[in-house]
């Protein structure tokens, strides 16, 4: 019923739950309806719907819950933390997102490849140096970290909000390298 279109989703050939829950295949359905693909990340979490769930449930929690942070704000947090870890699959799809959002391919691509030479403003500049430095040196964060944020406008409810989705996608990244997971090829296309 369900399947990567494109071939294998992982290295590991896992394949999907059989049968697969009403809600499961409710949810796959929905993102059908409204991405016009089922993102391989749900797939590759389809063997064992328990870890599925939990996925989805974090991710949805992470990028589309109320929070200071913008959607695009925090797409761009995916794309900065995944172009660090070399996350293939995360670029592909968030960049996909970045592009979708912000209606712009060159200021997406360019915080792909370089974020720095993106112009941002100083706020989202703060923002991703955070965001950089925590990726890379997680043990270097101090409170003046924290209080480059606060300077630029953010809230402690939101700084944890950076660090929890820049901490979400330090996670995605890993299993997604670590399984080769493969992005939908549509992926490649959208909002070009």
Not at 22 to 43: H, S
Not at 158 to 167: M, N, S
Request: net charge negative; aromatic share 8%; glycine share 6%.
């Amino acid at each position: 019923m369900f399947n990567a279109g494109d071939g294998a989703v992982t290295a590991l050939g896992l394949g999907i739950a059989d049968p697969l829950s009403d809600r499961t295949k409710a949810y796959f359905d929905k993102c059908e309806e409204k991405l016009g693909l089922v993102p391989n990340v749900l797939l590759a979490y389809a063997f064992d719907e328990k870890k599925l769930e939990a996925f989805s449930r974090f991710y949805n929690e992470v990028m589309l819950a109320d929070s200071e942070l913008s959607k695009l704000e925090r797409e761009m947090i995916a794309v900065v933390v995944s172009a660090i870890n070399h996350c293939h699959y995360c670029l592909a799809a968030h960049g996909a997102a970045l592009r979708e959002l912000s209606g712009d391919p060159v200021l997406a691509e360019t915080i792909a490849q370089n974020w720095r030479a993106a112009g941002l403003d100083a706020r989202q500049t703060a923002m991703l140096d955070f965001v950089t430095r925590l990726t890379e040196r997680p043990d270097a964060i101090v409170e003046a970290d924290r209080q480059a944020l606060r300077d630029a406008g953010f809230s402690n409810r939101a700084i944890f909000d950076i660090a929890q989705t820049a901490g979400f996608f330090a996670m995605s990244n890993r299993v997604a390298s670590a399984t080769e997971m493969r992005p939908n090829r549509a992926y490649h296309g959208m909002a070009r």
